[in-house]
């Protein structure tokens, strides 16, 4: 039994721990932001949007990664985010993926905690390992009443979205009773933004073939 269960522990996958609001990890997500706030751009599957990340302006800081901003409701019901992951640290954010399944609990503006969420379930990371390392970030958007069931989804259906910042994971945990890792205190609040289609290379080079090609024709007519 005791060798089954180190075997266990060295195949096992590494876990984080979505808690919000509490421990070392505090933030908040809110909704599109004012134009003059959102100035931060953002780049994830192929779409690209300008955001809101941090403190926002003329707002006052409440806890470590928390943030007031000035205008948009904080986000709660109606409203998803996953966990997006790699194994490694220092990944960039474009190659992170979806990691477990969204959350869609909230605390609500009636508990006094609007735009956190509301829940402390360990996700794994694909292809990690119990003590291994990983880069994280946090992804949501607009389910439209819960039909909407991933972030690629809502970017595709042009509804608000967004993504945080990353951060390093240095230990995983989850098997053989050792904790999960936490959220990393370097991701801090952020907003959802407007979806802007980021064009792949390819279908630039086609664009530009294409225009070449019709310019040529219209050479020749002359």
Not at 16 to 27: H, K
Not at 34 to 46: I, L
Not at 168 to 178: C, E, F, P, R, Y
């Amino acid at each position: 039994m005791t060798l089954l269960a180190g075997a266990a522990s060295v195949y096992s996958q590494g876990e984080v721990n979505m808690l919000d609001y509490g421990g070392t990890f505090t933030i908040q997500v809110f909704n599109v932001q004012a134009a003059g706030e959102s100035t931060t751009p953002v780049s994830y599957g192929g779409f690209s949007g300008t955001e809101t990340q941090g403190q926002g302006p003329n707002s006052a800081l409440v806890n470590p990664g928390t943030t007031v901003y000035d205008t948009g409701s904080e986000l709660g019901a109606g409203y998803s985010l996953q966990l997006l992951g790699a194994v490694g640290s220092g990944d960039a954010l474009s190659t992170l993926t979806p990691q477990g399944s969204p959350i869609t609990t909230w605390y609500t503006a009636g508990a006094g905690l609007p735009g956190f969420w509301n829940s402390g379930v360990n996700v794994a990371i694909t292809g990690s390992s119990v003590g291994g390392t990983a880069t994280v970030a946090i992804g949501a958007w607009n389910n439209e009443g819960g039909t909407v069931n991933s972030l690629a989804a809502a970017q595709a259906a042009g509804d608000p979205w967004g993504v945080s910042t990353t951060g390093n994971i240095a230990s995983l945990g989850g098997a053989g009773g050792s904790p999960p890792g936490a959220l990393p205190s370097t991701i801090t609040s952020f907003s959802l933004a407007t979806t802007t289609v980021v064009p792949e290379p390819s279908t630039v080079a086609l664009g530009v073939i294409g225009a070449s090609t019709f310019l040529m024709r219209l050479r020749r007519k002359q």
